[in-house]
Protein backbone atom coordinates (compact mmCIF):
# COMPACT_ATOMS: atom_id res chain seq x y z
CA UNK A 1 0.00 0.00 0.00
CA UNK A 2 1.52 3.07 -0.93
CA UNK A 3 1.34 6.07 1.70
CA UNK A 4 1.80 9.73 1.00
CA UNK A 5 1.40 12.84 2.23
CA UNK A 6 3.70 14.38 5.64
CA UNK A 7 6.14 12.10 7.64
CA UNK A 8 5.14 13.06 10.55
CA UNK A 9 1.39 11.69 9.90
CA UNK A 10 0.12 9.43 12.70
CA UNK A 11 -2.56 6.40 11.97
CA UNK A 12 -4.57 4.73 14.89
CA UNK A 13 -4.85 0.83 14.70
CA UNK A 14 -7.61 -0.92 16.56
CA UNK A 15 -9.22 -4.15 17.98
CA UNK A 16 -11.61 -4.73 20.63
CA UNK A 17 -10.86 -7.95 22.93
CA UNK A 18 -13.28 -10.11 25.48
CA UNK A 19 -11.08 -11.18 28.30
CA UNK A 20 -12.08 -14.42 28.52
CA UNK A 21 -8.97 -16.27 30.43
CA UNK A 22 -10.09 -19.35 32.38
CA UNK A 23 -7.74 -19.79 35.69
CA UNK A 24 -4.61 -19.24 33.47
CA UNK A 25 -2.38 -16.74 32.37
CA UNK A 26 -3.73 -15.45 28.85
CA UNK A 27 -1.43 -13.74 25.84
CA UNK A 28 -3.79 -12.47 22.67
CA UNK A 29 -2.13 -10.87 20.34
CA UNK A 30 -3.90 -7.67 19.51
CA UNK A 31 -1.89 -6.09 17.06
CA UNK A 32 0.53 -7.13 13.87
CA UNK A 33 3.35 -5.63 13.08
CA UNK A 34 4.81 -4.98 9.42
CA UNK A 35 8.33 -3.51 8.64
CA UNK A 36 9.22 -1.01 11.39
CA UNK A 37 6.67 1.83 12.87
CA UNK A 38 6.99 4.12 15.42
CA UNK A 39 3.89 3.43 18.42
CA UNK A 40 3.74 6.87 19.36
CA UNK A 41 0.85 5.94 21.81
CA UNK A 42 -0.38 2.50 22.94
CA UNK A 43 -3.33 2.32 25.00
CA UNK A 44 -7.19 0.58 25.83
CA UNK A 45 -10.53 1.56 26.96
CA UNK A 46 -12.37 -0.67 28.84
CA UNK A 47 -15.91 -1.17 27.44
CA UNK A 48 -17.23 -3.76 29.24
CA UNK A 49 -16.76 -4.06 32.93
CA UNK A 50 -13.68 -6.49 33.82
CA UNK A 51 -14.43 -9.54 36.19
CA UNK A 52 -12.51 -9.51 39.59
CA UNK A 53 -9.15 -11.54 39.79
CA UNK A 54 -7.28 -9.96 36.56
CA UNK A 55 -4.55 -9.56 37.25
CA UNK A 56 -0.53 -9.15 36.31
CA UNK A 57 -1.86 -7.34 33.07
CA UNK A 58 0.72 -6.18 30.30
CA UNK A 59 1.95 -5.16 26.86
CA UNK A 60 4.47 -7.33 25.05
CA UNK A 61 6.04 -7.73 22.06
CA UNK A 62 6.26 -11.35 20.26
CA UNK A 63 8.05 -12.24 17.10
CA UNK A 64 7.31 -16.07 17.95
CA UNK A 65 10.64 -16.81 19.48
CA UNK A 66 10.93 -14.42 21.53
CA UNK A 67 9.09 -12.02 23.95
CA UNK A 68 10.24 -8.50 24.29
CA UNK A 69 8.22 -6.47 26.99
CA UNK A 70 6.83 -3.37 26.31
CA UNK A 71 5.66 -2.51 30.13
CA UNK A 72 6.60 -4.13 33.08
CA UNK A 73 6.22 -7.92 33.08
CA UNK A 74 4.54 -8.05 36.72
CA UNK A 75 2.10 -6.03 35.53
CA UNK A 76 -0.45 -4.28 37.08
CA UNK A 77 -4.35 -5.59 38.42
CA UNK A 78 -6.83 -4.75 36.53
CA UNK A 79 -9.26 -6.56 38.60
CA UNK A 80 -12.76 -5.12 38.13
CA UNK A 81 -12.56 -2.36 35.99
CA UNK A 82 -15.51 -0.03 34.92
CA UNK A 83 -16.50 0.46 31.19
CA UNK A 84 -14.69 3.47 30.51
CA UNK A 85 -11.25 2.86 32.21
CA UNK A 86 -8.51 3.16 30.86
CA UNK A 87 -4.88 1.49 30.46
CA UNK A 88 -1.86 2.92 28.86
CA UNK A 89 1.52 2.84 28.30
CA UNK A 90 3.02 6.17 29.56
CA UNK A 91 6.06 5.08 31.11
CA UNK A 92 9.79 3.21 30.05
CA UNK A 93 9.58 -0.87 29.77
CA UNK A 94 13.71 -0.66 29.71
CA UNK A 95 16.71 1.00 28.30
CA UNK A 96 17.12 2.06 24.63
CA UNK A 97 18.55 0.00 22.63
CA UNK A 98 20.89 1.90 19.87
CA UNK A 99 20.84 -0.52 17.03
CA UNK A 100 17.31 -1.71 15.31
CA UNK A 101 18.14 -5.14 13.73
CA UNK A 102 15.00 -7.20 12.07
CA UNK A 103 17.19 -10.20 13.49
CA UNK A 104 14.59 -10.31 16.52
CA UNK A 105 11.32 -8.44 17.46
CA UNK A 106 12.66 -4.79 18.86
CA UNK A 107 11.33 -2.29 21.13
CA UNK A 108 13.27 0.98 21.47
CA UNK A 109 12.32 3.82 24.04
CA UNK A 110 13.77 7.53 24.23
CA UNK A 111 16.13 7.52 27.38
CA UNK A 112 14.25 10.40 28.91
CA UNK A 113 11.32 9.47 30.99
CA UNK A 114 7.75 11.39 31.77
CA UNK A 115 8.73 13.75 28.64
CA UNK A 116 4.63 13.31 27.58
CA UNK A 117 2.50 11.45 29.07
CA UNK A 118 2.15 8.36 26.23
CA UNK A 119 5.67 6.57 25.44
CA UNK A 120 6.95 5.97 22.21
CA UNK A 121 9.27 3.57 20.69
CA UNK A 122 9.74 1.58 18.08
CA UNK A 123 8.78 -2.11 17.01
CA UNK A 124 10.42 -3.71 14.59
CA UNK A 125 8.99 -7.17 12.75
CA UNK A 126 11.40 -10.18 12.67
CA UNK A 127 12.21 -11.14 9.44
CA UNK A 128 9.96 -14.42 7.70
CA UNK A 129 8.13 -14.16 11.33
CA UNK A 130 4.79 -13.07 12.67
CA UNK A 131 5.60 -10.22 15.51
CA UNK A 132 2.60 -9.66 17.37
CA UNK A 133 1.99 -6.92 20.31
CA UNK A 134 0.06 -8.94 23.02
CA UNK A 135 -2.03 -8.04 25.96
CA UNK A 136 -1.12 -10.86 28.65
CA UNK A 137 -2.88 -10.86 32.26
CA UNK A 138 -3.68 -13.72 34.65
CA UNK A 139 -6.93 -14.72 36.65
CA UNK A 140 -8.06 -17.27 38.78
CA UNK A 141 -11.53 -17.07 37.82
CA UNK A 142 -13.12 -19.81 35.83
CA UNK A 143 -14.02 -17.76 33.23
CA UNK A 144 -13.40 -14.00 33.88
CA UNK A 145 -15.61 -11.66 31.85
CA UNK A 146 -15.19 -7.91 30.46
CA UNK A 147 -13.57 -6.02 26.79
CA UNK A 148 -11.23 -3.45 26.12
CA UNK A 149 -10.71 -1.57 22.94
CA UNK A 150 -7.36 -1.20 22.31
CA UNK A 151 -6.06 1.73 20.25
CA UNK A 152 -2.22 2.19 18.75
CA UNK A 153 -1.07 5.14 17.43
CA UNK A 154 1.78 4.66 14.97
CA UNK A 155 4.21 6.02 12.09
CA UNK A 156 5.29 4.01 9.41
CA UNK A 157 9.38 3.96 9.54
CA UNK A 158 10.14 1.18 6.82
CA UNK A 159 8.20 1.15 3.52
CA UNK A 160 6.23 -1.54 4.29
CA UNK A 161 5.52 -0.40 7.85
CA UNK A 162 2.30 -1.26 9.08
CA UNK A 163 0.33 -1.80 12.39
CA UNK A 164 -2.70 -4.33 11.92
CA UNK A 165 -5.28 -4.63 14.22
CA UNK A 166 -5.91 -8.56 14.83
Known amino acids: MARTGSASASLISQTTLTTNGNNTTV ?3 I ?3 VG ?3 ITRLWGVVTTALGSNQTAAYWRLNDQ ?3 VNITLNTGTAISSAAAGSVIAKAGLAAAALVLINNSAGRVNEPTTLETTYFSPFVATKKTAATTQIEFVYSTTNT ?3 GAIQ ?3 EWRPLSSDG ?3 GV
Open 143 to 145: PTT
Open 150 to 152: FFC
Open 27 to 29: NPP
Open 162 to 164: NVV
Open 36 to 38: SVE
Open 31 to 33: FTI
Open 65 to 67: TAQ
